[in-house]
């Protein structure tokens, strides 16, 4: 990929079509500066870099393995409560 492909413009249609996602939400979003894009006259389009940043900007992450961090506290916590009460009696 040379210079002039990531400076490619991506019309919203082709986003929509690329993407799934709805074009009116597209473009209510682009017009509520939600999404970051190139406005020239009436045309609105994203570069790939936008596009990318689009679906960085979308993209779930997981929990797991905060989730797990978060039960491997609490277990030690309780460890600690348990060990403590132990040497009370």
């Given amino acids: 990929m040379d210079d002039t492909d990531a400076l490619k413009p991506f019309p919203l249609a082709e986003v929509a079509a690329l993407t799934g996602f709805s074009l009116r939400s597209l473009r209510d979003d682009c017009r509520a500066r939600r999404i970051e894009h190139v ?43 348990e060990a403590r009460a132990a040497l009370r009696e």
């Fill in 39 to 81: 406005h020239y006259g009436n045309t609105i389009v994203l570069t790939r870099a936008q596009l990318a940043k689009l679906y960085a900007d979308h993209t779930v992450t997981t929990v797991r393995e905060d989730a797990l961090a978060g039960m491997r506290e609490r277990r030690r916590r309780r460890v600690e409560r």
